[in-house]
């Protein structure tokens, strides 16, 4: 029987931070072999409920599995095995390479039988990251766009049952944001359990399988793409009109300008 708690399964989670709640009652699940899209307006909780997803943060309320372990009660090390994590924001002053950085995400399974796999599976992702030409280039003095693909690749070594990434590609010119997309997906397919926060709505509409719609702390919808990226639903949600078009199948979200 399949883990019902496989992938990310959070329930009715509350986090408070000065005295108010900034994530208010959410519950969501990203399953093996999906990719789901978290968007919304700035400030309305994103990042505060991905840090909870995580493990990095803890809620005042509400309970997380992932990869069928409570967060909660899972050391660092084996959350380490069973998610990785790309943030939006990377140390500038690490004093280390490219191909040093992205090793990194073999740590935790240093000592293990699959420490073995390490050398090939960073050859891989540091190939399929498109670094293999800055390989040898000090982490800080990359652009921010450089970084967001390195810690990618970093995130791809881990090789975990589960990926959370915290808004990849804002850094990113088109043949890149294309690219980290394509990356996601292959991740999906191969049968991870993806969830992404995303502000660009079109690439989300274009990739995830579902999305999940943040307000206020609150999480207004969930679930299918096609069914959650109305008009309405996203005009309200942003406070401002959007138009929604389908070209070739494919959803563009764009304002409704003036």
């Known amino acids: 029987m399949a883990d019902p708690h ?3 399964e959070a329930t009715d989670i509350v986090v408070e931070l000065g005295g108010r709640d900034v994530v208010s009652g959410v519950s969501l699940s990203v399953r093996p072999g999906e990719l789901v899209a978290l968007v919304g307006p700035n400030g309305c909780g994103k990042s505060t409920l991905l840090s909870v997803l995580s493990g990095v943060r803890r809620p005042r309320r509400g309970q997380v599995f992932i990869d069928g372990h409570d967060v909660a009660h899972t050391s660092h090390r084996d959350l380490a095995r069973r998610r990785s994590m790309v943030t939006q924001h990377n140390r500038v002053d690490t004093p280390f390479t490219v191909g040093e950085v992205v090793e990194m995400g073999r740590f935790p399974w240093l000592r293990t039988p699959r ?13 399929r990251c498109d670094l293999s030409d800055i390989v040898a280039r000090p982490f800080p003095q990359l652009s921010g766009g450089q970084q967001a693909r390195v810690s990618l690749a970093r ?16 850094s990113l010119d ?51 793409t096609r069914a959650v990226m109305t008009t309405e639903l996203l005009s309200e949600t942003y406070d401002y009109p959007v138009e929604i078009l389908d070209r070739g199948g494919r959803l563009i979200v764009i304002p409704r300008r003036r």
């Open 6 to 8: 496989a992938g990310i």
């Open 115 to 127: 420490a073995a796999d390490s050398p090939a599976v960073t050859a891989d992702a540091i190939a």
């Open 155 to 170: 995130a791809i070594a881990q090789d975990t049952p589960v990926m959370m990434l915290d808004e990849p590609t804002a």
């Open 174 to 224: 088109i043949r890149h944001q294309e690219q980290v997309l394509d990356i996601l997906c292959e991740h999906r397919d191969s049968g991870a359990a993806v969830l992404l926060v995303v502000h660009d709505l079109t690439l989300a509409a274009a990739y995830a399988d579902k999305v999940a719609v943040m307000k206020d702390g609150h999480l207004r919808a969930f679930g299918a």
